[in-house]
């Protein structure tokens, strides 16, 4: 099934943009639309009010009406007049501003009444000299007619403007319900889209973040989301391989470092087997007319022990510096660790006991160069912590418990590291030792390295006491 994609992409600012503008211009279409309403619904109540006047000043009319035809009163016709007057007033004030309403025509046709009610009214009252005096039969009924329609208009009217406003509220809310149901389904909408085209992808990018400061530098899946974070995943994965190349060259450059800590003890062990040669050959030399065949092979054989001792001295000084990529391949733990040893047994002062507790048969899927370094380093810390010798280092290995990875631990006997300090060992950078006496990366590598190999590091000390390193790595690393 083909997917479907946009005919353009928005980054995040223009999708954050387009979204704004978008809510806006429905929350002010709906604010306007609901605003008209209101306003719609205020005309109308004071609409309403004016036909409550009206219908009022009609009854008054009416009453007045029925009194001057009973009575005859002068003062009932005057008043009559006066309240045909205040409601033919208030007629001709509301009618121009409600002309637009749906009750206007109902207003004229209700003024148009009220015009011809005090015309027939002026006529049949024209003729009328003395108080007692009665408009004739005809003209009475006539008058009672128009003051009838008179009220009935005027109550049909506000009957009429109050069933618009209950239909005009009806609507409003019928508009705010479905206002609401459209904001909950587009929040519906937009909720998944937000998590998937922004949440998501910076939840990668925090993720890896703390990955990488872990020292884990697996690249980062890329989203094909077209925007910022998409840009900002591959920048990330760009970082990560020069962060890994810069590491290797941190590597190196610490191997090399090592490398000058131990020449002069790397001479040393090459100035013993050397030394034996040389008096092995003047000895040759001496006695080469005169010695017997045995005396001689013995003597060759002790110069070919010599040599092949000082060869491993230089292979391993050339394995340990030697510049390789990063792979993982069945490798004896108990060789890493008689390498590393062996390395660093120029170091030791006397008194300091290295013990090793390695089973001969633990074989780890691991980059034994790597491991190597982790093993100098942990030593050569071991070795500066022990002040004041005796003191020992115990390198323990074991199976853990359940059968699917090594535990190894490296122990001194040292003055221990404070528990403040203990929380930052591993921190780039960080050293307890004095200005000059180290770069405090030495530990930072040794976490890396474990990283790489899926495997953790964690320290356990007492002040006065010593350290122990405690590693665990996986039989077999999921590549």
């Not at 209700?110 to 004739?136: I, N, W």
Request: some cysteine; hydrophobic content about 40%.
């Amino acid at each position: 099934m083909a997917r479907w994609t946009m005919p353009f992409a928005l980054n995040i600012r223009q999708k954050v943009i387009v979204g704004l503008a978008v809510s806006m211009v429905v929350i002010g279409s709906i604010g306007g639309m609901s605003f008209r309403y209101l306003r719609e619904i205020e005309r109308k109540q004071h609409l309403v009010e004016v036909a409550d006047d009206l219908s009022n000043t009609i009854l008054e009319i009416r009453r007045y009406e029925k009194n001057y035809l009973l009575y005859g009163s002068r003062e009932d016709l005057e008043e009559n007049r006066r309240y045909i007057q205040q409601g033919m007033d208030v007629l001709g004030k509301i009618v121009p501003e409600v002309e637009d309403l749906e009750g206007a025509p109902q207003l004229k046709l209700l003024e148009k009444e009220f015009t011809a009610y005090r015309e027939l009214m002026s006529r049949l009252t024209a003729g009328v000299a003395q108080p007692a005096e009665h408009p004739d039969d005809a003209g009475m009924d006539q008058l009672r007619e128009r003051g009838k329609r008179l009220v009935d208009l005027s109550q049909r009217l506000v009957t009429f403007e109050r069933e618009r406003i209950l239909n005009i509220i009806r609507s409003l809310k019928t508009q705010l319900l479905s206002s609401l149901g459209l904001f909950l389904a587009v929040g519906a909408f937009l909720v998944p889209v937000v998590a998937h085209k922004i949440i998501r992808p910076l939840r990668v990018i925090e993720k890896t973040t703390l990955r990488i400061a872990e020292g884990n530098f697996n690249p980062i899946p890329v989203l094909d989301t077209r925007d910022e974070t998409q840009s900002v995943v591959e920048a990330f994965n760009r970082m990560i391989s020069e962060i890994e190349k810069r590491q290797d060259q941190l590597l190196q450059a610490k191997k090399l470092s090592s490398l000058g800590i131990l020449t002069s003890g790397i001479a040393h062990q090459l100035n013993n087997p050397l030394n034996n040669i040389s008096t092995s050959c003047q000895i040759l030399l001496e006695e080469f007319e005169q010695a017997e065949r045995d005396f001689l092979r013995k003597m060759l054989t002790n110069i070919e022990q010599e040599v092949h001792r000082a060869r491993d001295i230089v292979r391993g000084l050339l394995e340990f510096s030697r510049v390789k990529e990063f792979s993982l391949v069945p490798t004896s733990l108990t060789d890493v660790v008689d390498r590393s040893v062996s390395l660093v047994s120029s170091q030791v002062p006397p008194g300091i006991d290295i013990v090793k507790d390695v089973p001969a048969g633990l074989v780890l899927d691991m980059d034994g160069q790597r491991m190597q370094q982790v093993f100098l380093n942990l030593l050569m810390n071991a070795i500066q912590a022990i002040e004041y010798p005796p003191g020992q280092i115990r390198i323990v290995a074991r199976m853990g418990d359940d059968g699917e990875e090594a535990v190894l631990s490296v122990e001194d006997t040292g003055i221990g590291i404070s528990e403040k300090d203990l929380g930052k060992v591993f921190d780039p950078f960080f050293t307890t030792k004095e200005v000059g006496m180290g770069t405090g990366l030495g530990l930072s590598i040794v976490y890396g390295v474990i990283q790489r190999h899926q495997g953790s590091i964690s320290v356990e000390s007492r002040e006065g006491e010593g350290t122990r390193f405690i590693i665990r790595l996986p039989l077999h690393p999921v590549a």
